[in-house]
């Protein structure tokens, strides 16, 4: 499968500032990533939908003003949660797919934000 | 909105038992995958299950899809301490890649 990796692991912030969450596909070219989100005890809920060289496609509910991504190269993806508050902690976790088998999803290890 | 039912939602047993996890949809899935999720990381694919009625194995682990692709099980046969974790099915919709996550079974096996 394929080998993911989130930065940072772990993050503290204020309520209002913004943080950035970076999502990178180490051993293969990933034309679609996914962000998710997974709450305390709860499963994971789909935010987005991210495609290399295009907008990205949010899940109802979600707030492309405030979930910002970016998915500026085959490698990288990138979640900003702006004008953060407390109830945007969350466990934030990214995947990608791969080559013919792309219903199979590859999950980064998570970032925990935590915003107080 | 397509939703993914588990049962149960948590499951606590003993080293040696067998156990069955099931994932129920009202919905038709174009495949259906489990993962297993420890605390703090994301979820590890365990398995995808394409066509009707098929099984996998994966050692003690066995996976049915359903014949009509809407439910799914996952059984364990004697159940190990490191079995312990969260078992998740996720159903792909319309082809389109994206998964839609069932809400969850949480194992504590005891040794």
């Known amino acids: 499968g394929a080998v993911v990796s989130q930065h940072p692991s772990r993050v503290i912030c204020k309520s209002g500032t913004s943080v950035k969450i970076e999502c990178r596909s180490l051993?293969?070219?990933?034309?679609?990533m996914f962000w998710y989100r997974q709450f305390p005890k709860q499963s994971l809920m789909l935010m987005a939908t991210s495609n290399e060289g295009s907008k990205a496609t949010y899940e109802q509910g979600v707030e492309k003003d405030k979930f910002l991504i970016n998915h500026a190269s085959l490698t990288l993806s990138t979640l900003t949660v702006t004008s953060a508050h407390p109830e945007d902690s969350s466990f934030y976790i990214c995947?990608?797919?791969?080559?013919?088998?792309?219903?199979?999803?590859?999950f980064g290890p998570g970032t925990r934000l935590t915003v107080t | 909105t397509q939703l993914l039912e588990q049962s149960p939602q948590f499951l606590s047993i003993q080293e040696g038992e067998n156990l069955t996890v099931y994932c129920n949809s009202s919905?038709?899935?174009?495949?259906l995958q489990w993962y297993r999720q420890e605390p703090g990381e994301g979820p590890v694919l365990l398995v995808t299950v394409v066509t009707g009625g098929e099984v996998k194995k994966l050692k003690r682990l066995t996976f049915q899809f359903g014949d009509a692709r809407k439910d799914s099980s996952l059984h364990i046969t004697a159940a190990q301490p490191g079995d312990t974790g969260l078992y998740l099915c996720?159903?792909?919709?319309?082809?389109?890649?994206?998964?839609?996550f069932g809400s969850g079974t949480r194992l504590l096996v005891r040794p």
């Open positions: 995947s990608v797919t791969q080559g013919a088998t792309r219903y199979e999803q590859y």
């Open positions: 051993d293969f070219q990933a034309t679609t």
């Open positions: 919905s038709v899935f174009s495949s």
């Open positions: 996720a159903g792909e919709v319309d082809s389109s890649y994206k998964l839609i």
